[in-house]
């Protein structure tokens, strides 16, 4: 009687989670920072985030959040070579400050979006990086009066509102052409 063993799921291999939290934690530690609170999130978002809570978030964050842009691109590089794609989707948030800024954003690309609607024409956005550009591509790939490019190159890459709709002559072209 042969009996045949199955092999056996490695557990000792940590999953995304616990190693984005080890990850998280302990490069804050190695520069000095004390992080009060690190919690991984995933439910509703389009992506996994490490939301940390800490008292020195002004020096982690930086001007205009380049010192967490920093210091989210090595922790998805590390994550990445562990993890695959699947690791280069985790987000690290420092007291909502990204959250907080996405929705700045998206309020302020609502207002052009309603420009947009009604005037027919093109907007291009400020230049902005690789996860805000995304964020508004996701915000119109279900807009039926509005779609999204990006354009430049570098830096200087950006997103366009472009009407689906757009009309080929202004309005009063149109009456005036009906008119000849």
């Known amino acids: 009687m042969a009996h045949h063993l199955q092999p056996t799921p490695p557990t000792s291999l940590p999953s ?4 984005a939290l080890r990850i998280v934690r302990s490069m804050l530690e190695a520069a000095g920072f004390a ?8 439910e509703n978002l389009p992506h996994p985030v490490v939301a940390v809570h800490m008292s020195q978030a002004k020096m982690l964050i930086g001007p205009r ?15 990445e070579r562990r993890f695959g794609r699947e690791g280069r989707r985790v987000f690290v948030d420092v007291n909502r400050y ?8 998206k309020a302020k690309v609502r207002i052009v979006a309603e420009r947009v609607r009604s005037f027919s024409v093109e907007a291009e956005l400020a230049p902005m990086g690789s996860y805000e550009r995304m964020i508004i591509h996701a915000m ?12 430049g190159e570098g830096r200087a890459r950006h997103v366009v509102l472009i009407p689906r709709n757009k ?13 000849a």
Not at 35 to 42: H, L, Q, R, T
Not at 98 to 105: A, F, T
Not at 140 to 151: V, Y
Request: charged fraction near 30%; proline fraction near 5%.
């Open 35 to 42: 992080p009060e609170e690190i919690v991984f999130e995933e």
């Open 98 to 105: 990204h959250h907080q800024h996405l929705e700045s954003l």
């Open 140 to 151: 119109f790939a279900q807009d039926p009066d509005i779609t999204t490019e990006s354009r």
């Open 65 to 79: 959040g380049e010192h967490l842009k920093a210091f989210n691109a090595l922790v998805r590089a590390v994550l």
């Open 16 to 19: 995304l989670r616990e190693e």
């Open 167 to 179: 009309q080929r002559f202004a309005p009063w072209e149109s009456t005036l052409r009906n008119q």
